[in-house]
């Protein structure tokens, strides 16, 4: 008995050393940034490492007004919320028949998909694309470019598999019509996939830096990450400003995590306990008669 307690206190020691260095590599820098958006910057300056004093919230009222984040803000939902509701509803009835073998080399077209995953975004094809069809530095245009991925489409595809078919024929018995039937019977049994992907999609949204800073050449258009970019070439030198814009940035990320964090792990688990076996193709009905 003794050894086996020796054994849990070691396990459990072990265990406790790593939550105090994942704390020390994750929390310490983000505690860090907290700290300095309280700070004014002389005494930043004069003591960079030390407990703000006084502590001061002017910092925030002036990043949220000279980096216009109220304007940003909107749009930064519109471009997070919109493509992330518009990739769910695509990757569901994309996934549904592949899932369920109706279509012929449902792996060829299941392995396809899995495979352009990999492949790199192509920047500068899709800049000389957005010039040429009208979609350069507009609203409309950015969401229509945002709402054609399908990073979830693979995870979905395991997760319906877990979806009895007898779901399915019981439907079709009762009349129910293909559209009805994905939005009333499927998309509830979807609910932790769902919202792991709308999590997912919505961070990406929210924290794209690249393509707005390429594509959207109208500041009234720029999403709150642009607008925190241009804070490192103006206010450079006032790192508290900075902070304080940082930590308004992320807030809303925080805000939908600590919301949605049992559906994420819900919808991680049953996902990947789903995902691993290959499509099925779709078994043709016996006529008994």
Not at 62 to 80: H, I, P, Q, R, T
Request: glycine share 10%.
């Amino acid at each position: 008995m003794s050894l086996r307690l020796k054994e849990i206190a070691r396990t459990g020691g072990l265990q406790l050393v790593c939550i105090v260095i994942s704390v020390g590599f994750f929390a310490l820098p983000l505690i860090y940034l907290a700290l300095q958006a309280f700070k004014t910057n002389n005494e930043f300056l004069n003591n960079p490492t030390g407990l703000p004093h006084p502590w001061t919230f002017s910092n925030f009222s002036d990043a949220w007004s000279e980096g216009d984040f109220s304007n940003e803000m909107v749009n930064s939902l519109l471009y997070a919320i919109i493509p992330d509701i518009i990739t769910l509803i695509l990757g569901v009835f994309l996934a549904f028949p592949i899932s369920r073998g109706w279509f012929r080399h449902s792996n060829v077209l299941y392995g396809f998909f899995v495979f352009s995953g990999f492949l790199p975004a192509g920047l500068i094809p899709l800049f000389i694309e957005a010039q040429k069809i009208g979609t350069y530095n507009s609203r409309i245009g950015y969401l229509i470019m945002t709402s054609l991925t399908g990073a979830g489409f693979f995870f979905f595809v395991g997760y319906i598999k877990t979806i009895p078919r007898e779901m399915d024929e019981a439907a079709a018995l009762d009349g129910c019509g293909y559209i009805r039937y994905i939005f009333t019977m499927i998309v509830p049994q979807m609910k932790p996939a769902l919202a792991t992907f709308g999590i997912f999609g919505f961070v990406a949204g929210w924290n794209n830096l690249i393509l707005p800073l390429v594509m959207l050449n109208d500041q009234s258009l720029w999403p709150v990450t642009r607008g925190l970019f241009s804070f490192f070439g103006q206010y450079s030198s006032q790192w508290p400003l900075v902070a304080a814009a940082t930590i308004i940035v992320a807030l809303p990320i925080l805000v939908v995590f600590a919301i949605l964090q049992r559906n994420l792990v819900e919808g991680v688990a049953g996902g990947a306990a789903a995902g691993s076996g290959g499509v099925a193709v779709a078994q043709p009905v016996e006529n008994n008669e």
